[in-house]
């Protein structure tokens, strides 16, 4: 069975730390991989996809993502966090066939002065 | 221009009431989606309809019945309501997805469900 684990539930880091999300699907095949933020009281914003192609993938407001095939993983990265980062995020994965998203449980980011 | 939009944004109800959430998009899109987010931010899917469609329907009460009047709407409407339907509800939004061209989903603003 497909499954996506975010290890960490809670993170915190200071304004102009660097960020790492860590993310690990359990697939049969690779699959398309994404990632969303959710601001309080929002609704979820993408940040980022991975298709296929270069492994490491460029999204908005700083973000990038690299694609592991050997450590199923696809971590998000910023190399440096702004306070307006706080939020909830998610990382997802979607078989290649079909259009069902299957999310993780999310990490929460908390940015301190 | 709002792309997914959801109403009501809070929902506050008794047990055993029935109530409506509406969901309507205008990206054109084909299929169109449910969410139910718990207590615990875990996001798991209910349904998928596409062009008005039932494709997806996981484990879910049947008190909770999907409705697609046509493309651009999905609502979610649930019987007879129980404390553990509280929770925050997304509607979501794609293209009809093409194998080996997925589309992303457009997720709405969310509806605040609170069942007391």
């Known amino acids: 069975a497909q499954s996506v684990t975010q290890p960490d539930i809670h993170i915190t880091v200071s304004e102009g730390a660097s960020l790492e999300l860590r993310c690990n699907y359990s697939y049969g095949a690779t699959p398309y991989l994404f990632w969303y933020v959710q601001s309080p009281g929002q609704g979820l914003q993408l940040l980022l996809k991975?298709?296929?192609?270069?492994?490491l993938v460029q999204g908005i407001k700083g973000f990038e993502a690299e694609f592991k095939r050997s450590q199923s993983s696809f971590n998000l990265r910023k190399p440096s966090v702004h306070w307006s980062d706080a939020a909830e995020y998610f990382c997802?994965?979607?078989?290649?066939?079909?259009?069902?998203?299957?999310f993780g449980t999310g990490t929460s980011l908390t940015v301190i002065p | 221009d709002t792309a997914v939009s959801q109403t009501p944004k809070y929902l506050v109800t008794q047990m055993g009431n029935d109530k409506s959430i509406k969901c309507e998009q205008n990206?054109?899109?084909?299929?169109m989606y449910w969410y139910k987010q718990d207590s615990k931010k875990f996001l798991k899917i209910m349904f998928s309809?596409?062009?008005?469609?039932?494709?997806i329907n996981e484990t879910v009460p049947n008190r909770f019945s999907p409705k697609s009047p046509d493309k651009a709407h999905l609502n979610l409407h649930i019987n007879s309501l129980e404390l553990g339907d509280s929770a925050v509800y997304f509607c979501?939004?794609?293209?009809?997805?093409?194998?080996?061209?997925?589309?992303?989903?457009?997720f709405g603003p969310g509806t605040r469900l609170t069942v007391l």
């Open positions: 997802a994965v979607a078989p290649v066939t079909g259009n069902q998203f299957y």
């Open positions: 979501a939004s794609s293209q009809a997805s093409v194998i080996g061209d997925y589309n992303e989903q457009f």
């Open positions: 990206l054109g899109h084909d299929t």
């Open positions: 309809y596409n062009n008005k469609e039932l494709i």
């Open positions: 991975y298709f296929s192609g270069d492994t």
